[in-house]
Every structure is written in structure tokens, then in C-alpha cells.
């Protein structure tokens, strides 16, 4: 069992930054991404963004591209998400997420794919 930890929410302004961290307790499956989601009040929970341990390739939902970035540490097993310009519109719980099974790019947005999840963090986004 993955113990999957995430960290680095907070309250900002708009148009201010945020890092948020995601430490996993072992080595995830090569070949399944490890993942952030978020949701807000009232809202489901939506795909943010995905990186995959072995190759690095990335992957983001449209309303965050170049504004946040995804990036890895296979050394020390962390997954972090560096999120610029935010918007209040990004306001929301967010939740590190991996598989115990091999995912493919093609599926990277499906939560039912996902079966460790952390506890989330929050992040606010004050106008």
C-alpha cells in the first residue's frame, strides 16, 4: 500500500504563486503517472495534471496550461506542482493520486483509474 502525503496549500492572492508537494512512501509503478486533482465546493473532482516517473512527460487540463507546472524527484519519491497566476477560479481541495496499475496517456485523466490518493490540501484564491 502507497502512502501518498501532499503539503504547500495555503491562502494567496490572486495572481500570487503557490508549490504544493506530494511524497509518496515507496516507488510508484513506472508506468503509471502520479497525479494531482482537485476539487471544489459543490463541484467534482477534475484532472489538474500528471507526470510520469520514467519519462517526465507531462500532461495538463487546458485551463492550466502555462500557468502551472508538474515536476518529479524519483530520487526522494516527491511530486510537486508549482502554480503561478493563479485565479480564484483555481480554489479547491487538491489531491496527489497513483495507480497500482500500469495507465496510459490516453486514460490519465480518469480519477477511477487512480486507486492512492493523499489526504488533499487546500488551496484558497482570495480576489
Known amino acids: 500500500q502507497v502512502q501518498l502525503v501532499e503539503s504547500g496549500g495555503g491562502l494567496v492572492q490572486a495572481g500570487g504563486s503557490l508549490r504544493l508537494s506530494c511524497a509518496a512512501s515507496?516507488?510508484?509503478?513506472?508506468?503509471?503517472?502520479m497525479s494531482w486533482f482537485r476539487q471544489a465546493p459543490g463541484k467534482s473532482r477534475e484532472f489538474v495534471a500528471a507526470i510520469y516517473m520514467s519519462t517526465g512527460n507531462s500532461y495538463y487540463r487546458d485551463s492550466v496550461k502555462g500557468r502551472f507546472a508538474i515536476s518529479r524527484d524519483n530520487d526522494k519519491n516527491t511530486v510537486d506542482l508549482q502554480m503561478n497566476s493563479l485565479k480564484p477560479e483555481d480554489t479547491a481541495v487538491y489531491y496527489c493520486a497513483a495507480s497500482r496499475s500500469p495507465v496510459s496517456r490516453l486514460v490519465v485523466a480518469d480519477q477511477r483509474l487512480y486507486n492512492y490518493w493523499g489526504q488533499g490540501t487546500q488551496v484558497t484564491v482570495s480576489s
Open positions: 515507496q516507488r510508484t509503478l513506472s508506468s503509471s503517472p
